[in-house]
C-alpha cells in the first residue's frame, strides 16, 4: 500500500488555475499518471456524463470515496457497470485565469 503521504487525501489546486483536483499514478501493472478536476464530495458524477467526455486521450477514473483514508482513483473499462454509484472524472483540463495583460 502506497502511505507514504499520510493525513492528506492527496487533493490539492491546480498550482496554474487553481482549480481541486486529484494527481496520482493509477493501475497496478501499466501505471498512468492521472490529474483530474476533484469535485466536491457530494456533487454527482455519473458515469452516463463522463462518457460524453471520454476521448482516446482524456480517460475515465471512477473515484470511491472512502470514509476515511486516501482517496484512490480507479481505472474503468468499457464494461464498467453503468449504474455505479461512485463519481466519475475526466483529466483536468487547464484553464488558467485570464490575465490583464492583453
Ligand atoms: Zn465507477
Ligand atoms: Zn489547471
Same mark, same amino acid.
Given at each position: 500500500?502506497?502511505?507514504?503521504?499520510? @493525513? $492528506?487525501? $492527496?487533493?490539492?489546486?491546480?498550482?496554474?488555475?487553481?482549480?481541486?483536483?486529484?494527481?496520482?499514478?493509477? @493501475?497496478?501493472?501499466?501505471?498512468? %499518471?492521472?490529474?483530474?478536476?476533484?469535485? @466536491?464530495?457530494?456533487?454527482?458524477?455519473?458515469?452516463?456524463?463522463?462518457? +460524453? %467526455?471520454? &476521448?482516446?486521450?482524456? +480517460?475515465?477514473?471512477?473515484?470511491?470515496?472512502?470514509?476515511?483514508?486516501?482517496?484512490?482513483?480507479?481505472?474503468?473499462?468499457?464494461? %464498467?457497470?453503468?449504474?455505479?454509484? %461512485?463519481?466519475? +472524472?475526466?483529466?483536468?483540463?487547464?484553464?488558467?485565469?485570464? &490575465?490583464?495583460?492583453?
Amino acid at each position: 500500500m502506497a502511505g507514504r503521504r499520510r @493525513g $492528506g487525501d $492527496g487533493a490539492r489546486p491546480c498550482p496554474a488555475c487553481g482549480t481541486p483536483t486529484l494527481a496520482q499514478w493509477v @493501475g497496478t501493472t501499466a501505471a498512468l %499518471h492521472a490529474t483530474v478536476d476533484l469535485p @466536491g464530495p457530494d456533487e454527482p458524477r455519473p458515469w452516463a456524463a463522463a462518457l +460524453l %467526455h471520454r &476521448t482516446p486521450n482524456n +480517460l475515465i477514473w471512477c473515484l470511491p470515496r472512502p470514509r476515511y483514508g486516501p482517496l484512490r482513483l480507479r481505472w474503468t473499462h468499457a464494461r %464498467h457497470p453503468p449504474d455505479c454509484p %461512485h463519481q466519475h +472524472l475526466t483529466s483536468h483540463t487547464c484553464t488558467p485565469a485570464p &490575465t490583464t495583460l492583453f
